[in-house]
């Protein structure tokens, strides 16, 4: 998600346009409020949405037929 998940990074009509079944915004601790919250809202209603701050790295893993995501959260808590 461009931006930091600022609130004008993707806006109904885009997210319209590409569908997304999942959302990555690369975030840290910043003044900003990145990510907005209405952008996280707007986001959910399309999939999940990883965040670097809360999900530590995000790996995305294609076969050619199906792709998991697994964040360096999910992996330390196993």
Known sequence: IPHH?????????FLQAIKPKLSVISVGS???GH????TIRRL???GP???TDRDG?????????RWTVT???EVAAR
């Open 5 to 13: 998940g600022s609130r004008f990074s993707s806006s109904r009509a």
């Open 30 to 32: 910043n003044p900003f």
């Open 35 to 38: 990510p907005d919250p209405g």
């Open 44 to 46: 959910l209603a399309w």
């Open 49 to 51: 949405v990883y965040r």
């Open 57 to 65: 790295g995000v790996l995305l893993a294609l076969d050619g037929q």
């Open 71 to 73: 964040a360096t959260s």
